[in-house]
């Protein structure tokens, strides 16, 4: 079992970046294909992007081009860089984990095993 715990989140002007941070305890994240989520209240979980065990990554369609995930194994540590902020990027960001396939990366919230409790972002306009 892996337990993540996200950070980095905050309120941030449009346009601005931030760094958000996943780190992983329990179990070597190596073993894990890790992805991003996001959800704003009264709205359904959305993928944001995912990063296989073999570094492949996908990003959601609305936030290619200015957010990228990355993960560095050595530390446990799994990123989402994101620029280019806007109003509708505000949300809660979560962390999540599954074993799986060496460059699967799924976008489904279901096909997910492990979550952790969410970073706040707001972007003001």
């Known amino acids: 079992q892996v337990q993540l715990v996200e950070s980095g989140g905050g309120l941030v002007q449009a346009g601005g970046s931030r760094r958000l941070s996943c780190a992983a305890s329990?179990?070597?994240?190596?073993?894990?294909?890790m992805g991003w989520f996001r959800q704003t209240p009264g709205k359904e979980r959305e993928f944001v992007a995912a990063i296989s065990r073999a570094g492949t990554t996908t990003h959601a369609d609305s936030v290619k081009g200015r957010f990228t995930i990355s993960r560095d194994n050595a530390n446990n540590i799994v990123y989402l860089q994101t620029t280019s902020l806007r109003p509708e990027d505000t949300g809660a960001y979560y962390c999540?984990?599954?074993?799986?396939?060496?460059?699967?990366?799924?976008?489904?919230?279901?096909?997910?095993?492990?979550w952790g409790q969410g970073t706040q972002i707001t972007v003001s306009s």
């Open positions: 329990g179990r070597t994240l190596s073993a894990y294909t």
């Open positions: 999540a984990a599954v074993a799986t396939s060496y460059n699967d990366t799924p976008k489904r919230r279901s096909d997910y095993k492990y």
